[in-house]
């Protein structure tokens, strides 16, 4: 018997539900034509609608063979296993739920997957539980910054959360610690500037109201230069700034109202690289304006947050980590990795930012990385 005639004397058993003949003939298919992934997704469900479950696992296994993707039959294999009680269940549904496709499902296979979920977030449940008690004595015995890297290092492991790298858009040194946001304790100044909170408000406030100040859109380039990730707000007044410094030059207009700023500002280890830095301003994100996740230019040089004017709701992400702005609550981030913010809220959101070395390098790298980047023109475009 062709191929053809096989598959449809098959076709016509599964309509009669006559399962065991439509089984014998999708066997007797699948060796005709071995290579063929269908022919053994339905010899897995004509199997596992009589009851053999290993012979079901075993098609299912020779589909996955021939693509080891295929969302159809990992999520077969996840019930199939779970069926079984086979310990490797809850990991194999979560292969199924990563090859979810886009789109609306048919209801029995979103009844499957949604099964699916519960089964797999219960088996992360336990296993988080598991791993948990496991570093429990080491876990105990670790300070603030050491315990936040062990959860985050479960939590990867769990593909809870992933990994992220530092990608900048133009300049990457080499060697340095990547950190989402870098511990507060390598930037003993950051109290100072946070105990002036009041004090730069109130000069936020000046500058806001003072007739001549510069208020202009954050990103601002030429539309025909290739940085997607920036179209969505490319001179878009839902994203503003206020700069004091801006690639290296003082913004008098908005600079001489800001007097204690720029007194702390100087305190600060800020990169001066011509055409490049340092960079100091107010952020201004309007009501319900998102940020899209990019990444910055330069990983030599960190960023810092100082929340001024922040609306409950509004928040932040750098790589797997989403914090939520507190007034007066600075942090230091790497910007070379994906960040990205939201103003959910009706009013606006207000964060001074400013950019500081990266504490790992030493002062000839800072040397070498400022006689590049102003040889290069700062990339002076593009800008913090």
């Known amino acids: 018997m062709s191929l053809a005639s096989l598959l449809g004397e098959a076709d016509r058993a599964l309509a009669a539900q006559d399962f065991t003949r439509a089984q014998k003939l999708l066997r007797e298919a699948a060796l005709a034509q071995p290579e063929d992934l269908s022919i053994f997704l339905k010899l897995a469900g004509v199997s596992r609608a009589i009851g053999q479950f290993g012979v079901a696992l075993d098609a299912v296994h020779r589909a996955l063979s021939l693509s080891p993707l295929d969302f159809t039959a990992l999520l077969m294999r996840a019930g199939l296993l779970d069926r079984a009680g ?26 499957v997957l949604a099964e699916g979920e519960r089964r797999h977030a219960a088996w992360l449940d336990a296993r988080e539980q598991r791993l948990e ?14 315990r936040k890297r062990i959860a985050r290092f479960r939590s990867n492991a769990l593909r809870r959360t992933r990994h992220f790298h530092s990608e900048p858009t133009h300049f990457h040194f080499p060697g340095l610690v990547e950190r989402e946001f870098h511990p507060r304790t390598l930037f003993p100044w950051l109290a100072e500037l946070e105990a002036e909170t009041r004090i730069i408000v109130a000069e936020l406030e000046a500058v806001m109201s003072a007739e001549r100040a510069e208020l202009v859109p954050y990103i ?27 690639n290296g030059h003082k913004v008098e207009a908005n600079s001489r109202h800001c007097p204690r700023t720029l007194e702390l500002l100087e305190r600060l280890p800020q990169p001066v690289i011509p055409g490049a830095s340092p960079n ?4 201004l994100l309007a009501p319900r304006t998102q940020i899209p996740p990019h ?14 004017v922040v609306p409950a709701g509004c928040w932040f992400r750098v790589g797997a980590e989403r914090r939520h702005w507190q007034r007066g609550e600075a942090f230091i981030f790497d910007d070379t990795i994906e960040h990205e913010a ?43």
Request: with cysteine; proline share 7%; charged share 20%.
């Open 86 to 111: 086979d310990p490797m269940a809850g990991e194999a549904w979560g292969h199924a739920l990563a090859q979810k496709p886009d789109g609306q499902l048919p209801p029995q296979m979103a009844a």
């Open 133 to 146: 008690a496991a570093m429990a004595v080491a876990e105990q015995q670790a300070d603030d910054e050491e």
């Open 220 to 246: 601002q380039y030429a539309d025909h230069l290739p940085l997607q990730q920036w179209r969505p707000l490319n001179h878009n007044a839902d994203w503003t700034a206020i700069h004091l410094w801006k």
């Open 280 to 283: 100091a301003m107010f952020s």
């Open 295 to 308: 990444v910055g230019i330069n990983n030599g040089r960190l960023v810092c947050h100082l929340p001024l």
């Open 342 to 384: 939201a103003n959910p809220t009706d009013q606006l959101r207000i964060v001074f930012i400013c950019d500081i070395w990266h504490p790992d390098l030493s002062t000839i790298e800072r040397e070498a990385i400022a006689a590049l980047i102003a040889a290069e023109d700062g990339v002076s475009a593009v800008g913090l």
